[in-house]
């Protein structure tokens, strides 16, 4: 909808979360464009959440083939093979959310993200990327940043029952409602890249230790050239090699990252449904928030652990 | 729906057979009847809720944690009256005072004139046996309608709400500013005027002011609708209106030296008492006798019951705009009309980022108790927002523990006796317990008080047998016990919350 007001429709439709965060920030939701590349089972319920909500559009990347281990966490596939066989799981969701609310725009783009040029993202105002590999992660990022135009930047993973959130909403102005008034925040977030070159070290004691655990394993991702996720119990040797190095180098303790718990990382490729639900919601929230400039948003890593 | 009266389709074989219960309720009435029957039957519960960005589970385990019930949330707090009525401070208490001002005059009052005109002589003398400041002041209103105010064209109504727009938003203010007026203290030497309360200023009407012409506008067209007058179609064209408006001769005010305004934080009511009420009553009695030989017979007004979901019937265009004009009087911030319909109609604000967030939650207890093996500090319960964003869990509580002599129970407990005992060996075997037990109640029917000398009759009865014959309850097959509510006190007279008792009589 290009209209300043909201129509007697989506005036209707949307009655109740009107009511939650206001009409001025729902006329910005529908004029937003969100980009989300990887459609695992979390990127499944965050889509619905931001379709729910009456985004303007929702563009899916994800050339893969559907195959039952996909059918595990992501609920817009449809169980029955003769539905899904021959598609990707990007279109096979595509058709599935545009039930969910027909005046989202709700389209499927083929091709690798990361290569795609700065031109591309000037079409979006939220770029979400999931069980992204670290290289991919930064350029995408960075082409985000590239750009005149604001593009907020989110990378999110799942792995068992553990999830991850990241988020760079670069030069982010927003209100926050405190009791009885209203207060403007200006906030500056770090790219990934600069956010991850902190030391270890230096990071307070209470960061979650799956934030370290991450970075291993994503390290040991890109030296083995593995996809993201693609990992077992068996590689479980070499990953502690590597994280007794990477600590060595960083002067950080070893028993900071448990073996057990890169232990389940690695054996957990596959989603966990409710953990899904819970950061698919956070994270719904939070592009609602960085779009509608209502709301103090994360800053800028999130964690979880069932 | 579920309660007890539909206890007869979830009945307790359907309760029996659950192995766990998720409530997806709408209300904390359904919640605590739900608590109570997973109590009962010793069900778990996971239980959740969610407003706006706000979300909220808990775990409830048969012993392990205390019921949904064991913890209420404080009641929520209402304006007193007279900071409705006199001094509101924020916009809440305005939409609160127009949303009572629209009921008032557009609903009650014309029931009242109906229920007047329908049966005088039975509206008169109950009138007349209240005889009190309330219905001195419904007389009031109704012989308004009928005579002193009454509408007979639009023009009519167009004159009766510029009126009121003087009474409300320049009168009444400059009469309370007279008898408060902005240096006084009150009798302890504090200022009168200090925060919460703010300082109002009367209303200037102008016919170019948009909103004070939407106030006629609303206001005209209700009150037309009252009378069952045609709305003309120059009512909403504001040249036209504002030409109307300005013909309207509007008397000057004076304030009065003796008003009396409720200042009183605790007072329910607004009318005031005199001695002369009961004078006052007759004379608005015989004053309505005469109005109404001068009205035709079938004379009827049309009471308006305010519906908020139309767009088009002015009803939340009269209430915003009442309420918008009172905050100008107090300089409070305005509203507008959608803003103002999600405040008054009280409406629940749903999203689906925290449904899901709360169902994924649920989901993840649900698995710990179909496990079965977990212990209370296993579980989680979990306040969330995602507006701040804030994150809370914790562990839930235990159930409280009471004790009496060497005995100690939960809420979860049941005492267990055998052997099909009568009324006296029920007693007698809490006696040994060293409890006095002076009520015995099975479902809602008392089997035995202590205060009612025929009960003694019943002292060798089986206690089953009561249940069937007097609580008239329904045994099935496969059941080999009842449960009775025993209400006891102890040596000192100090009342005991003990167990459910369930009585084997097989």
Known sequence: ?306 | RFGTVTENVFDDNFWENLNVVINALDNVNARLYVDQRCLYFQKPLLESGTLGPKCNTQVVIPHLTENYGASRDPPEKQAPMCTVHSFPHNIDHCLTWARSEFEGLLEKAPAEVNAFLSSPDEYISAMRNAGDAQARDTLERVLECLETERCKTFEDCVTWARLKFEDYFANRVKQLTYTFPEDVSTSTGAPFWSAPKRFPHPLQFSSSDPSHLHFIMAASILRAETFGIPIPDWSTNPKKLAEVVDKVVVPEFQPKKDAKIVTDDKATSLSSSSVDDAAVIDELISKLKHCRKTLPPDFRMKPIQFEKDDDTNYHMDFIAALANMRARNYSIPEVDKLKAKFIAGRIIPAIATSTALATGLVCLELYKVLDGSHKREDYRNTFANLALPLFSMAEPVPPKVFKHHDMSWTVWDRWVLKGNPTLRELLQWLEDKGLNAYSVSCGSSLLYNSMFPRHKERMDKKVADLAREVAKVEIPPYRRHVDVVVACEDDEGNDIDIPLISVYFR
């Open chain 1, 1 to 306: 909808m290009d209209g300043e007001q909201l129509t007697e429709q989506e005036t209707a439709l949307y009655d109740r979360q009107i009511r939650v965060w206001g009409a001025d920030a729902q006329r910005r939701l529908s004029k937003a464009h969100v980009l989300v590349g990887g459609v695992q089972g979390t990127i499944a319920e965050l889509c619905k959440n931001i379709v729910l909500a009456g985004v303007g559009s929702v563009t899916l990347v994800d050339g893969r083939p559907v195959t039952e281990e996909a059918l595990n966490a992501n609920f817009l596939i449809p169980p029955d093979e003769k539905d899904y066989a021959g598609r990707s799981i990007a279109e096979v969701c595509c058709d599935s959310l545009k039930d969910f609310n027909p005046m989202v725009r709700v389209t499927v783009e083929k091709g690798d993200l990361s290569t795609r040029g700065t031109d591309f993202y000037e079409k979006f105002d939220v770029v979400i990327v999931s069980r992204c590999s670290l290289n991919a992660k930064k350029t995408i990022n960075q082409k985000c940043r590239k750009l005149s135009k604001r593009i907020a930047f989110y990378s999110v993973d799942c792995r068992d029952s553990c999830g991850e959130i990241f988020a760079d909403l670069q030069n982010h102005s927003c209100t926050q409602k405190k009791v009885d008034e209203t207060i403007e925040c200006h906030l500056q977030y770090p790219s990934f890249e600069e956010a991850i070159l902190v030391p270890w070290k230096a990071l307070p004691k209470r960061v979650s230790k799956l934030y370290f655990a991450m970075r291993v394993i994503e390290k040991f991702e890109e030296i083995e050239g593995r996809n993201p996720g693609e990992t077992s119990v068996a590689d479980l040797p070499t990953v502690l090699k590597l994280r007794n190095e990477l600590c060595e180098a960083q002067s950080f303790t070893e028993s900071q990252i448990p073996d057990a718990l890169l232990e389940r990382l690695l054996s957990g490729r596959m989603e966990f449904p409710p953990v899904c639900a819970i950061i698919g919601g956070i994270l719904g929230q939070e592009v609602i928030k960085a779009i509608s400039c209502k709301g103090e948003p994360l800053k800028n890593f999130f964690y979880f652990d069932a």
